[in-house]
T-cell receptor, first 110, second 115 residues
Framework: RKEVEQDPGPFNVPEGATVAFNCTYSNSASQSFFWYRQDCRKEPKLLMSVYSSGNEDGRFTAQLNRASQYISLLIRDSKLSDSATYLCVVNRDSNYQLIWGAGTKLIIKP | GAGVSQTPSNKVTEKGKYVELRCDPISGHTALYWYRQSLGQGPEFLIYFQGTGAADDSGLPNDRFFAVRPEGSVSTLKIQRTERGDSAVYLC?????????????FGPGTRLTVL
């Protein structure tokens, strides 16, 4: 079993719709959680950190469920420019080492 | 300010050759990381530097891979006797320190192709 698992997609979503991704992780000692966005043939860029209480940044909302060991990302009012691969990232054993999911590909259609 | 830079952006080499990949982190960042990303996968951790020393090299796949950061800034990832399976995008990231939760900023990567 992979340490961080994501549905690879692709998710094909009409512009303006709401879309949600989940990610599960296996290491219960993990303390830091992130969503990164990666455009085709580009480097990953931090989208948002995920806090225990959940957090929101504009159209993006991230949630953490420690009991079930999953993280979610919700995108509201999706834009064409949201098309990308979204990578779920978890640190290993409370340290700097980041463990990455394989990513979920999102395609927003006009 | 300037972000993380990596050179070359693309490198094509033949099986068995030696390659060096360079990373220039964000100025003032003490922590530097190398990752490898294969098609359709997330980045895979290779090595972490705190200052000049390799604090964790547990992700290096074998002894053909080596990395240095002699002055605590620029780092070079060295691959000896390259194999076709080494083909991937090699990403470098830096963070202000190596502490938990420190945001890692990535460079554009070096796309290595071993023929």
């Amino acid at each position: 079993r992979k340490e961080v698992e994501q549905d690879p997609g692709p998710f094909n979503v009409p512009e303006g719709a709401t879309v949600a991704f989940n990610c599960t992780y296996s290491n219960s000692a993990s303390q830091s959680f992130f969503w990164y966005r990666q455009d085709c043939r580009k480097e990953p860029k931090l989208l948002m950190s995920v806090y225990s209480s959940g957090n929101e940044d504009g159209r993006f909302t991230a949630q953490l469920n420690r009991a079930s060991q999953y993280i979610s990302l919700l995108i509201r009012d999706s834009k064409l420019s949201d098309s990308a691969t979204y990578l779920c990232v978890v640190n290993r054993d409370s340290n700097y080492q980041l463990i990455w999911g394989a990513g979920t590909k999102l395609i927003i259609k006009p | 300010g300037a972000g993380v830079s990596q050179t070359p952006s693309n490198k094509v080499t033949e099986k068995g050759k030696y390659v060096e990949l360079r990373c220039d982190p964000i100025s003032g960042h003490t922590a530097l990381y190398w990752y490898r990303q294969s098609l359709g996968q997330g980045p895979e951790f290779l090595i972490y530097f705190q200052g000049t020393g390799a604090a964790d090299d547990s992700g290096l796949p074998n002894d053909r891979f080596f990395a240095v950061r002699p002055e605590g800034s620029v780092s070079t990832l060295k691959i000896q006797r390259t194999e076709r399976g080494d083909s991937a995008v090699y990403l470098c990231a830096s963070s202000l320190s190596g502490g938990e939760g420190n945001t890692q900023y990535f460079g554009p990567g070096t796309r290595l192709t071993v023929l």
